[in-house]
């Protein structure tokens, strides 16, 4: 049951994977102000088994090569943010809801704001995709990593669900200034 954790290098920042016996239970921001990051444990190394296969799914998301995470991980249960965070977990790659969807998912559809509240406390960053959530104009709304962060998310996922369009327009917009 002891808490254990190690930094990972990211194209948005370091990340810090923490892990308790064979779950991954925290992913936060190096640097940032998180309330969630209470305890992390000790340090240990990157080659540790659980946190280097995790590190190594995030490389390969970030890579554009992996939509979907494998690796054992555990949520808190039994709270409206645990709802909250499990409904997230249905957003699928590429894809963006409004924190009103999320309300309305979890069976409170006027808790738009404590879904806000919920979504901002996720202990899993990226793999329990909070970044696709945004405002209901469709704006790139608060973020715990920061909204730069939440909207390269958005984007290597938006190019990497769509690339066949980008590859489309990026060979259109070649043949026009050949």
């Known amino acids: 049951m002891v808490l254990r954790h ?18 991954v239970v925290g ?15 000790i340090w240990v190394s990157p080659a540790d088994s659980l946190l280097s296969r995790t590190a190594d799914e995030l490389h390969e998301y970030f890579a554009g090569t992996r939509s979907v995470f494998t690796i054992p991980y555990e949520l808190p249960s039994g709270t409206f943010s645990s709802r909250v965070w ?3 977990e249905t957003i699928p ?8 969807d999320i309300a309305r998912a979890v069976g409170n559809p006027r808790a738009a704001r404590a879904v806000g509240m919920a979504v901002g406390r996720n202990p899993l960053s ?5 970044h696709r959530v945004i405002g209901s104009d469709g704006s790139i709304t608060g973020y715990a990593g920061g909204t730069d962060r939440k909207r390269y998310l958005l984007q290597l996922e938006y190019k990497g669900s769509y690339s066949d369009v980008f590859d489309e ?4 917009q070649r043949s026009r200034t050949d």
């Open 169 to 172: 327009m990026n060979t259109s």
């Open 93 to 100: 790659y590429g894809a963006t809801v409004s924190y009103g």
């Open 126 to 130: 990226i793999v329990v995709p909070c």
């Open 86 to 88: 499990r409904e997230l």
């Open 6 to 23: 190690t930094l990972t290098v990211t194209p948005i920042g370091d990340l810090m994977l923490v892990a308790r016996d064979d779950s």
């Open 27 to 41: 992913i936060y921001f190096s640097g940032t102000d998180s309330e969630n990051m209470a305890d992390t444990g």
